[in-house]
């Protein structure tokens, strides 16, 4: 059974910092684009950051460049998520993705699996 696990989520305040991890179980995620996505409450889930298998390219969502960093260990078929200046809009359930295949569809939300989430709330 695949399955991706997301870890590291909590309450901080404005200004501080997170890192999220997502692990992964039940296969290798060799070749798989892999990504962040977070959803607030009454909100569609958006894309975050993603990295490319070799770890050779990042993506980011305009609002947090510059403030999050997104890296993968392939030996241990984790990702991470370093999120730095932490504001209150970056409240929401942040989720893991894999995408097997070409990148593009990962930018849209497509994805072949899914983490269950982790909670971020960064207080004011």
């Known amino acids: 059974q695949v399955q991706l696990v997301e870890s590291g989520g909590g309450l901080v305040q404005a200004g501080g910092s997170l890192r999220l991890s997502c692990g992964a179980s039940?296969?290798?995620?060799?070749?798989?684009?892999m990504g962040w996505f977070h959803q607030a409450p009454g909100k569609k889930r958006e894309f975050v950051a993603a990295?490319?298998?070799?770890?050779?390219?990042?993506y980011y969502a305009d609002s947090v460049k510059g403030r999050f960093t997104i890296s993968r260990d392939k030996a241990q078929n984790a990702m991470y998520l370093q999120m730095n200046n932490l504001k209150p809009e970056d409240t929401a359930a942040y989720y893991c993705?894999?995408?097997?295949?070409?990148?593009?569809?990962?930018?849209?939300?497509?994805?072949?699996?899914w983490g269950q989430g982790t909670q971020v709330t960064v207080s004011s």
């Open positions: 990295i490319t298998w070799s770890g050779g390219s990042t």
């Open positions: 039940g296969r290798t995620f060799s070749g798989y684009t």
């Open positions: 993705a894999a995408r097997g295949g070409s990148i593009a569809p990962i930018f849209r939300g497509e994805a072949d699996y």
